[in-house]
């Protein structure tokens, strides 16, 4: 069974505090890393996607991936309160083209 | 804007009827799924779709099946409604190898 794990939190920082949300994958061959936003009661909304080793930037968001290590981390940065929400993250394994496997969330709470 | 959309927000239905969820995409997605969210359980694939008549168990298909007729339109039918059926339904497409995007979800309750 392939696997995609987090820590399932909750991750607390203060505002304005950098947030490092990490996330694990079993299948060596992954080639396609996303992470979606989740607020209570609301579906998941994707913020970033990385395809390649490194970092990826995008306004306060940056996904880091390192397949050597079988890792993807995303970084907030400027943490706001409205942050406050749960983090999956995606992997698209070798095995099926079609779907991804998720994780089962990090939990991130920005105290104002 | 990739748009997703379900044909319900909210739906109450008895036990024991017969229930369709619509899923509508407008992006051309060759692949679709349905999954359900439940707390602390995470998201868990019931059924998806690679192409039209195309379907592909998940990993809890028991007590469901789907309808993919066209292209841009995936169904969720619940044969017999039961409460452990209970639950927020979320549909999604992709591309293959891209990214996926979920429509707003529908919360059922069967009572």
């Known amino acids: 069974q392939k696997e995609v794990e987090q820590n399932s939190g909750p991750l607390s920082v203060p505002e304005g505090a950098i947030a490092s949300l990490n996330c694990t994958y079993s299948?060596?061959?992954?080639?396609?890393f996303f992470w979606y936003r989740q607020y209570s009661g609301k579906s998941p909304e994707l913020i970033m996607f990385?395809?390649?080793?490194g970092d990826k930037e995008d306004g306060r968001f940056t996904a880091q991936l390192n397949k050597a290590s079988q890792y993807v981390s995303l970084l907030i940065r400027d943490s706001q309160p409205s942050d406050s929400a749960t983090y999956l993250c995606?992997?698209?394994?070798?095995?099926?083209?079609?779907?991804?496997?998720f994780g089962s969330g990090t939990r991130l709470l920005v105290r104002p | 804007d990739v748009k997703v959309t379900q044909s319900s927000r909210y739906l109450v239905k008895r036990t024991g009827e017969k229930v369709f969820l619509e899923c509508v995409q407008d992006?051309?997605?060759?692949?679709m799924f349905w999954y359900r969210q439940d707390p602390g359980l995470g998201l868990r694939l019931i059924y998806f779709?690679?192409?039209?008549?195309?379907?592909e168990k998940g990993d809890i298909p028991e007590g469901y099946s789907v309808s993919r007729e066209k292209k841009e339109r995936f169904s969720l039918i619940l044969e017999s409604a039961s409460t452990n059926q209970t639950s927020m339904y979320l549909c999604?497409?992709?591309?293959?190898?891209?990214?996926?995007?979920f429509g707003p979800g529908t919360r059922l309750t069967v009572t």
């Open positions: 779709s690679y192409d039209v008549k195309m379907k």
């Open positions: 990385i395809y390649s080793n």
């Open positions: 299948d060596r061959g992954s080639q396609s």
């Open positions: 999604a497409s992709r591309i293959t190898g891209g990214e996926q995007y």
């Open positions: 995606a992997v698209n394994i070798v095995d099926s083209s079609y779907k991804l496997i």
């Open positions: 992006m051309d997605h060759e692949n």
